[in-house]
């Protein structure tokens, strides 16, 4: 083999060495999806006058649920055996919650559906006193999916626990209550129906099976 063959056969190799290292693909994050789950047909919840339990309800029955997080905004969703604008077992409107945080900094995004179906959503948090609220922000009642989504602004919880790409929120879970009383005069009370365990955790801005904002 003359000397320039030899030559360029070694500057081939180190070329195709190249390539291949070149080519190598980037290890893809896999999706995070139903950060809870919970067992179908246990929306139950008591009936106030006599503490007798109620048959499952549908609506109020969880049955998995997740945060997504692009770094700028925050959506979670509750997802439910069955979901419907009214709902006959709680003719004067039910809530949803979907809860997280670190250590003991809870913060949710909540739905408040009334008894002609119209939903309100709002961004709070839970203290010594309750559950107080931040703010409203946006979601929606998606009944062909069976799914309550809501969506923030990660500012909107600056004040109690600052949220950016990269926090790692310890837990997630569900909760679903029927209202019992009257919300346009503000009296009332939200026996739980469905509560769920606390689920994974998730780090904000981490891929999710949930598209953010929608």
């Known amino acids: 083999m003359s000397i320039r063959t030899a030559v360029v056969l070694a500057l081939a190799a180190t070329v195709v060495a190249g390539g291949a290292a070149g080519a190598a693909p980037k290890a893809k994050v896999k999706p995070v999806c139903n950060l809870f789950t919970d067992q179908a047909g246990d929306g139950t919840g008591f009936l106030l006058t006599d503490q007798n339990y109620l048959p499952n309800d549908p609506q109020l029955d969880i049955v998995s649920g997740d945060v997504a997080s692009d770094g700028k905004q925050i959506t979670a969703v509750l997802r439910l055996s069955a979901l419907d604008k009214t709902d006959s077992n709680a003719p004067t409107g039910r809530t949803y919650y979907v809860n997280f945080g670190i250590a003991d900094v809870e913060l949710n995004l909540s739905a408040a559906v009334d008894q002609d179906g119209v939903a309100t959503f709002q961004a709070g948090y839970q203290d010594t006193a309750g559950r ?8 929606v ?20 626990l600052p949220l950016k790409a990269g926090t790692k929120l310890e837990y997630v879970e569900g909760l679903a209550q029927r209202y019992v009383g009257n919300r346009t005069v503000g009296r009332g009370i939200t026996p739980s129906a469905d509560a769920t365990d606390p689920g994974s955790s998730y780090t904000i801005g981490a891929p999710s099976c949930v598209a953010v904002g929608k």
Not at 132 to 139: D, M, N, P
Request: net charge positive; hydrophobic share 45%.
């Open 141 to 160: 009642l998606d009944t062909a999916k069976k799914e309550v989504r809501i969506t923030a602004p990660l500012s909107i919880f600056a004040e109690k």
């Open 132 to 139: 107080a609220g931040l703010g409203a922000v946006t979601g």
